[in-house]
């Protein structure tokens, strides 16, 4: 009913986006003994992962992707810095394809970026651009092919964390702490929670139930968590189940609808 598959990093995972028309995750990695930025492309379908073959440098950030063109903006090196440049840069080519010096990234919607320039007088013009080709436009965004869903958050001060870890507690006789994430898909539950494997050691799970809550996939994502991480799966298309593990790998779960 699920199929695993699991991928391996060099660095920490740091982000982890999707592509709103093709099926593909874009994953950036840092390593910081080397001070590497290293960008992933992982094919849901194809089941490939590819390596964005670009010097990025450390102040480089991912911020979208879309149809296979990578989208980042650059700081300057220094601290609460304005960006430096927004370009993209084409994973089948590994070319960038444009680039804009000086203006502020405000947010993309797959084929379109939305970037801003403030002047001397602090006076800001917001303005459209074709990730593809870097020219402003006025076309309206294409509609999404993909979509995803990211758990509720319940801490332990919250009412509906106490019915959630009675459930955890009759289904794996675990005693959830900290915070419970959750996620009904209809057709299943994702569920992911920390609990205390002794005094020292705190693990986080993240299971998953069918429809009949029956226990379908059980896998320790985390292992001797020193603090709480607020994003630890999402869910795309009501199928791929997206996960870290250990902050080095990348877990996906395809569920057989």
């Not at 979509?147 to 509906?160: L, M, T, V």
């Not at 994502?221 to 603090?227: A, K, L, T, V, Y």
Request: charged share 25%; net charge negative; proline share 1%.
């Amino acid at each position: 009913m699920i199929k695993t598959t699991e991928y391996h990093f060099e660095g920490q995972v740091w982000k982890i986006i999707f592509d709103q028309i093709d099926l593909i995750l874009a994953v950036e990695s840092r390593n910081t003994e080397t001070f590497k930025v290293l960008v992933d492309c992982i094919d849901l379908v194809k089941e490939i992962k590819t390596n964005l073959n670009h010097e990025l440098s450390w102040w480089c950030n991912l911020a979208a992707t879309n149809e296979q063109k990578l989208l980042f903006y650059e700081f300057n090196q220094k601290e609460y810095a304005n960006h430096q440049s927004v370009f993209t840069i084409d994973l089948k080519s590994n070319l960038k394809l444009w680039e804009f010096q000086n203006l502020q990234f405000q947010g993309s919607k797959n084929n379109i970026v939305t970037l801003s320039k403030t002047d001397e007088n602090f006076n800001t013009t917001f303005f459209n651009i074709d990730f593809v080709t870097g020219k402003e436009t006025t076309e309206l965004p294409r509609k999404d092919k993909n979509y995803s869903e990211i758990p509720h958050i319940y801490r332990s001060e919250d009412e509906y964390f106490g019915t959630l870890s009675h459930f955890i507690l009759l289904k794996t006789d675990n005693i959830a702490v900290d915070q419970i994430q959750f996620l009904d898909c209809g057709h299943f539950l994702a569920i992911s929670y920390y609990f205390c494997f002794n005094e020292n050691h705190k693990i986080q799970i993240l299971i998953i139930f069918d429809k009949e809550g029956n226990e379908i996939s059980k896998i320790n994502i985390s292992e001797n968590r020193q603090g709480i991480d607020n994003g630890s799966f999402f869910v795309i298309n009501q199928k791929y189940i997206v996960s870290t593990i250990n902050q080095n790998k990348v877990l996906i779960q395809e569920f057989n609808i």
